[in-house]
Every structure is written in structure tokens, then in C-alpha cells.
């Protein structure tokens, strides 16, 4: 069973900065897109960033200015550097990433398990 790995959410005061990171097993799989999104009970899972194979990046405009995501390929990991967090950034964040098994043609996607973060005013 393939499994994206996260870490590093937490608690944090407004204003305060998380990093988190996400594991995809690059071994045996090529990577295409990566990206975070995040559900708050309620509410459909929102786009935060995504993260092309070349680097180029998108984010939500919620969080342009204060979140950056960034890729090391050779590691198959993707990182959301958050600062200035808000209240309203709490959420569970999950990772996404586009797969392909070295021995396909086709990518699949995938989401991590997720990881909470909180934001306290």
C-alpha cells in the first residue's frame, strides 16, 4: 500500500510559523505533482499549494505571502513552510502527490493521512 508520510503540525500561537513535510516513496515510484490541502469539520478540502516537478508553484490566495512549498526530489519530499499563521489556518493539512510505479505508464493520486494544525489566537 503506498503511503505519503507527514509531519510537523502542532500547536502554535497567531503570528507563530510550522513546517511540515510529507514522504512519498520516491524508490520505487516517479513523483509528478505535490501539493497540501486542508479540511476544517464542515467544510470540502481546500487547495493550499501544489508543487509541479520543475518547481513551479500555486497557491491559494489565502495563504500567498505567508506559506512557501517547496520539493527535494532526490529525498521525494515536500515541505509547506507556514508563517504568520492565523486562527483561520487551523485545519487538518493533508499531502497529495501524483505516482507513477517504474514499471507504469499511468500516475495515480495519493493523500497522506493528514496532520492537525492549530493556530490559537
Known amino acids: 500500500q503506498v503511503q505519503l508520510v507527514e509531519s510537523g503540525g502542532g500547536l502554535v500561537q497567531a503570528g507563530g510559523s510550522l513546517r511540515l513535510s510529507c514522504v512519498a516513496p520516491?524508490?520505487?515510484?516517479?513523483?509528478?505533482?505535490m501539493g497540501w490541502y486542508r479540511q476544517t469539520p464542515g467544510k470540502q478540502r481546500e487547495l493550499v499549494a501544489t508543487?509541479?516537478?520543475?518547481?513551479?508553484?500555486n497557491y491559494a490566495d489565502s495563504v500567498k505571502g505567508r506559506f512557501t512549498i517547496s520539493r527535494d526530489n532526490a529525498k521525494g519530499t515536500v515541505y509547506l513552510q507556514m508563517n504568520s499563521l492565523k486562527p483561520e489556518d487551523t485545519a487538518v493539512y493533508y499531502c497529495?502527490?501524483?505516482?507513477?510505479?517504474?514499471?507504469?505508464?499511468?500516475?495515480?493520486?495519493?493523500w497522506g493521512q493528514g496532520t492537525q494544525v492549530t493556530v490559537s489566537s
Open positions: 497529495n502527490a501524483d505516482l507513477r510505479r517504474w514499471t507504469s505508464s499511468l500516475y495515480y493520486n495519493y
Open positions: 520516491g524508490s520505487t515510484f516517479s513523483i509528478n505533482d
Open positions: 508543487i509541479s516537478r520543475d518547481g513551479r508553484t
